[in-house]
């Protein structure tokens, strides 16, 4: 049996405490591991009540709808249209080409006229203070040329604007979609912290903090409210990887970056299975899909093609389940709470109920082993936590500012 993928659980101790430090320094200061990225919505309260156009870039797919809360509750009123935002032969595309399709998309709706919009963005950005976000660079195998150190949301916004069509961009917000998610959770808990966490192609988590907790914008203490932080925590670099997962790195676009989320996402699971086990004819391009059904379903052609891929999932899982019991832990310490609710999304997590459950198991296992004060976790399923999310973000308490 291939043991090369086990984590001892002082491993998975050690491995949650460099999280929660790597986590403290990106709060402090600016260019950390882990990176801490405040978006500029103040929480007060979930809005109730508002419409707007929602669009969502994730992974895998590009996602719109038009969108209303009523009573703080998502309402869908036209779509989602729903399409794979890339194949595997083309991962490197233009700017205009890429706007265009995500024109296209809008306009397939027939969006009423007047509304904003909301921009759920789920690759590395700045936010900036007037709703919009800098692209700081691409990732999960993606890239698309001219478009770094831009707007994305003014850079939608103008090729808009140069069509002349009948529904332009005018207002937009632009946020993570691993703060989406979390906000979309908040209005399903009555938790007092919350986490959003993604496990799909890629991976991510987001807190929700007061200005207090962030001191690298410690000059905006002011006001009875909390701030999404986006952690990018697919950049942390954790303790105890494997020498497969050195040459995985090695042999990827980015070497050097993304070394969690190249341990635990669907994007890179496969590639880890082909890389200890080369004799198999697993295709590295199907991702977790394909590890999933040989640990689970019925595609395995040996017990040790099987055991192989039980272990990357459930090292995928238990390194998640030490990054939240670090973030959990760094929270604890700082302002106490009772209830935290992580609003997860991702075919990874949800891909099999064993994920879950190891993950949760693995979790409570870490925080008692830390001494973290007792509190309950719960996960949740949300359904289109993502366009939730946008809408709350977008409607929130301090509005919409405009973009040229």
């Not at 101790?13 to 882990?34: F, P, S």
């Not at 904003?116 to 692209?135: H, I, M, N, Q, R």
């Amino acid at each position: 049996m291939h043991r090369d993928f086990y984590l001892s659980k002082n491993q998975l101790v050690d491995i949650a405490r460099r999280m929660a430090q790597k986590t403290i320094e990106g709060l402090e200061k600016y260019g950390g591991e882990i990176s801490c990225i405040p978006t500029f919505i103040p929480i007060q309260k979930i809005p109730e009540y508002g419409r707007l156009v929602a669009l969502e870039i994730g992974g895998t797919n590009i996602r719109c709808a038009q969108v209303r809360l009523n009573n703080a509750r998502l309402v869908i009123e036209k779509g989602p249209v729903k399409e794979k935002l890339i194949n595997h032969e083309n991962r490197q595309l233009d700017r205009e080409g890429f706007m265009g399709r995500l024109a296209e998309m809008i306009h397939s709706l027939s969006p009423d006229k007047n509304l904003p919009l909301g921009y759920c963005f789920s690759y590395p950005s700045e936010p900036t203070k007037d709703g919009d976000a800098v692209l700081l660079r691409w990732t999960k195998e993606l890239y698309v040329a001219d478009t770094v150190g831009r707007k994305v949301g003014k850079m939608l916004c103008r090729h808009l604007q140069r069509e002349s069509s009948a529904w332009q961009c005018s207002r937009v917000r632009v946020i993570n979609d691993t703060v989406a998610a979390m906000l979309g959770g908040m209005a399903m808990s009555d938790a007092d912290a919350f986490i959003g966490l993604i496990v799909g192609t890629g991976t991510n988590m987001a807190v929700l903090l007061p200005p207090s907790m962030i001191p690298k914008i410690s000059g905006d203490k002011q006001g009875a409210y909390a701030l999404p932080v986006n952690l990018e925590s697919g950049n942390f670099n954790p303790p105890h990887l494997t020498h497969w997962d050195e040459k995985l790195d090695r042999e990827a676009y980015n070497p050097g970056w993304q070394r969690f989320e190249k341990a635990v996402s669907g994007q890179y699971l496969a590639k880890l299975f082909k890389l200890r086990m080369p004799e198999s004819d697993l295709d590295p391009c199907q991702g977790a899909v394909a590890v999933f059904d040989r640990a689970y379903g019925a595609s395995a052609v040996s017990d040790s093609e099987r055991q192989l891929a039980k272990q990357i999932v459930d090292r995928s899982a238990r390194l998640v389940a030490a990054a939240l019991a670090g973030i959990i832990s760094m929270m604890v310490e700082k302002r106490p709470f009772k209830k935290i609710a992580i609003t997860a999304e991702g075919g990874v997590f949800w891909g099999h109920q064993t994920y879950k459950e190891t993950t949760e198991n693995t979790l409570q296992d870490l925080l008692s082993r830390m001494e973290v004060p007792e509190i309950d976790f719960e996960f949740l399923s949300v359904d289109h936590a993502n366009l939730q999310g946008i809408a709350i973000s977008g409607l929130c308490e301090g509005g919409f500012n405009e973009t040229a």
